[in-house]
């Protein structure tokens, strides 16, 4: 039993999606239907498989599910259907092009992953190692001039400043 007519359904879903990309919240409001029959709907929207149903965030902060998605729908695309691809979804050739780049390099190989993250670390435990070095001898420094401000003000007042004489 449909309450709602399918032109109606399918344009406040279309409004769910980029560009527009609104809020359920705000979409029930304007439309006068509850929020749990816009998830709902939205829900069945990505189980049929329609990758990036709106929910009010931009596109780099979408989850890397629905980046997925985007990269396998747009694979089989040329350039101008890519582009036009993107000014319906609200994207940029760019964002697809780097998902995609992303994407091949997710299996890249594990041994070659963990030497460059290997080569990171010993090159941040080196860097530390420096900075640590470097604060000691400015903590050394700093206490030495503390030292030396005290022991003047002492001397000052045992002995006077040298104009009183």
């Given at each position: 039993?449909?309450?709602?007519?399918?032109?109606?359904?399918?344009?406040?879903?279309?409004?769910?999606?980029?560009?527009?990309?609104?809020?359920?919240?705000?979409?029930?409001?304007?439309?006068?239907?509850?929020?749990?029959?816009?998830?709902?709907?939205?829900?069945?929207?990505?189980?049929?498989?329609?990758?990036?149903?709106?929910?009010?965030?931009?596109?780099?902060?979408?989850?890397?599910?629905?980046?997925?998605?985007?990269?396998?729908?747009?694979?089989?695309?040329?350039?101008?259907?890519?582009?036009?691809?993107?000014?319906?979804?609200?994207?940029f050739v760019e964002q697809i092009a780097g998902w995609r780049q992303a994407c091949q390099e997710a299996n890249?190989?594990?041994?070659?992953?963990?030497?460059?993250?290997?080569?990171?670390?010993?090159?941040?435990?080196?860097?530390?190692?420096?900075?640590?070095?470097?604060?000691?001898?400015?903590?050394?420094?700093?206490?030495?001039?503390?030292?030396?401000?005290?022991?003047?003000?002492?001397?000052?007042?045992?002995?006077?400043?040298?104009?009183?004489?």
């Amino acid at each position: 039993m449909n309450r709602y007519p399918a032109e109606r359904k399918e344009s406040i879903l279309r409004q769910m999606m980029p560009p527009q990309n609104k809020l359920v919240s705000v979409l029930a409001r304007e439309n006068g239907i509850s929020e749990q029959t816009l998830y709902t709907w939205r829900r069945s929207l990505k189980l049929q498989g329609v990758p990036v149903p709106g929910n009010g965030k931009n596109a780099e902060e979408w989850s890397s599910k629905d980046k997925f998605g985007v990269v396998l729908e747009t694979a089989h695309l040329s350039e101008i259907e890519l582009a036009e691809y993107c000014r319906s979804k609200g994207l940029f050739v760019e964002q697809i092009a780097g998902w995609r780049q992303a994407c091949q390099e997710a299996n890249a190989q594990p041994v070659a992953r963990s030497r460059e993250e290997r080569e990171q670390s010993k090159a941040d435990r080196k860097r530390i190692k420096e900075l640590e070095r470097d604060l000691v001898r400015k903590e050394k420094a700093l206490a030495e001039t503390a030292a030396l401000i005290v022991l003047r003000k002492k001397a000052q007042a045992i002995w006077g400043t040298p104009e009183e004489d």
